[in-house]
C-alpha cells in the first residue's frame, strides 16, 4: 500500500471511529492531511463522518487547486490558514462536537484559554485554546482569524460552531480534538461544583517538561 492509499484509508477510518462515538453528527465536521510532497487530502463537502470513500476524498495541490476527487469542504480557508502559520502541522481536524460548543456559548468562558485547567492531558495536547468569534459557515474570515494568532495556537474554538485542532499528523490532531471535547464536557458536568484545578505551579512544570506552547 502507497503512502497516499494508507492515508486516504486512515482519514476514512478515525473519522468512522469519531462519527460512531458521537464527536460530530450527519454531514458534519471535516479533515484535512497533508502528504508528504505538500499535497492535501481533504474530506469532502456534504460528507458523513460515518461513509466516507478514500477514493473520493478531495486532494489538493501544494499551491492549493483542487486536482482531484469530490467538491472539498467549504471550510478550505480555515484549514489553510493552519498549514500557512504552523509549518509542521500534518492534518487539521474541524468537529461540531456538542460539549465543545456548548462550552463556547457561555459567557463566563475565557476566551483567550477556554479550557480550565482540570487535567494535565488537555494542557499537553492542546496548550491555550482561543476562542474566535462566530462566523457563517465557510467564511474566509475564520482563516484570517486564524492566521491572525500568528501560528502560536494549534487549536481554537468557533463560537457557537466547534472546535478546531491542528497536529504534526492525523492521529496527533484526532487525539487533540478528542481531549479539547473531553475536557469541554468535564467543565460543564464540574460547572459550579468547585472543582480542584491544577495549580499554577503544576501548569508551569507540564508548559517545561513538554515544552508547550503557552503564550
Same mark, same amino acid.
Given at each position: 500500500?502507497?503512502?497516499?492509499?494508507?492515508?486516504?484509508?486512515? $482519514?476514512?477510518?478515525?473519522?468512522?471511529?469519531?462519527? %460512531?462515538?458521537?464527536?460530530?453528527?450527519?454531514?458534519?465536521?471535516?479533515?484535512?492531511?497533508?502528504?508528504?510532497?505538500?499535497?492535501?487530502? $481533504?474530506?469532502?463537502?456534504?460528507?458523513?463522518?460515518?461513509? =466516507?470513500?478514500?477514493?473520493?476524498?478531495?486532494?489538493?495541490?501544494?499551491?492549493?487547486? =483542487?486536482?482531484?476527487?469530490?467538491?472539498?469542504?467549504?471550510?478550505?480557508?480555515?484549514?489553510?490558514?493552519?498549514?500557512?502559520?504552523? @509549518?509542521?502541522?500534518?492534518?487539521?481536524?474541524? =468537529?461540531?462536537?456538542?460539549?465543545?460548543?456548548?462550552?463556547? @456559548?457561555?459567557?463566563?468562558?475565557?476566551?483567550?484559554?477556554?479550557?480550565?485547567?482540570?487535567?494535565?492531558?488537555?494542557?499537553?495536547?492542546?496548550?491555550? $485554546?482561543?476562542?474566535?468569534?462566530?462566523?457563517?459557515?465557510? %467564511?474566509?474570515?475564520?482563516?484570517?482569524?486564524?492566521?491572525?494568532?500568528?501560528?502560536?495556537?494549534?487549536?481554537?474554538?468557533?463560537?457557537?460552531?466547534?472546535?478546531?485542532?491542528?497536529?504534526? %499528523?492525523?492521529?496527533?490532531?484526532?487525539?487533540? $480534538?478528542?481531549?479539547?471535547?473531553?475536557?469541554?464536557?468535564?467543565?460543564? =458536568?464540574?460547572?459550579?461544583?468547585?472543582?480542584?484545578?491544577?495549580?499554577?505551579?503544576?501548569?508551569?512544570?507540564?508548559?517545561?517538561?513538554?515544552?508547550?506552547?503557552?503564550?
Amino acid at each position: 500500500m502507497t503512502a497516499e492509499a494508507h492515508l486516504r484509508e486512515q $482519514v476514512c477510518t478515525l473519522a468512522k471511529s469519531m462519527f %460512531d462515538r458521537g464527536l460530530t453528527g450527519g454531514a458534519s465536521g471535516n479533515i484535512s492531511a497533508r502528504l508528504e510532497d505538500g499535497t492535501l487530502l $481533504v474530506t469532502p463537502t456534504g460528507s458523513s463522518f460515518g461513509s =466516507l470513500d478514500p477514493a473520493r476524498l478531495s486532494h489538493f495541490s501544494k499551491d492549493g487547486q =483542487l486536482i482531484g476527487g469530490d467538491k472539498p469542504t467549504k471550510e478550505m480557508p480555515l484549514h489553510s490558514a493552519f498549514y500557512e502559520t504552523r @509549518m509542521h502541522t500534518g492534518a487539521v481536524v474541524h =468537529l461540531h462536537s456538542c460539549h465543545s460548543v456548548a462550552l463556547s @456559548m457561555l459567557p463566563e468562558t475565557d476566551p483567550d484559554n477556554v479550557l480550565p485547567p482540570l487535567t494535565p492531558y488537555a494542557i499537553m495536547r492542546l496548550g491555550k $485554546v482561543k476562542l474566535l468569534p462566530v462566523f457563517l459557515p465557510g %467564511d474566509p474570515a475564520m482563516g484570517d482569524a486564524v492566521r491572525g494568532l500568528a501560528g502560536k495556537r494549534s487549536a481554537v474554538l468557533l463560537a457557537n460552531h466547534g472546535p478546531v485542532v491542528a497536529g504534526k %499528523d492525523l492521529q496527533a490532531a484526532v487525539y487533540a $480534538v478528542e481531549e479539547l471535547e473531553e475536557t469541554a464536557k468535564l467543565a460543564l =458536568l464540574t460547572r459550579g461544583l468547585q472543582p480542584r484545578l491544577l495549580t499554577p505551579e503544576q501548569i508551569s512544570a507540564l508548559v517545561t517538561k513538554y515544552k508547550i506552547e503557552w503564550d
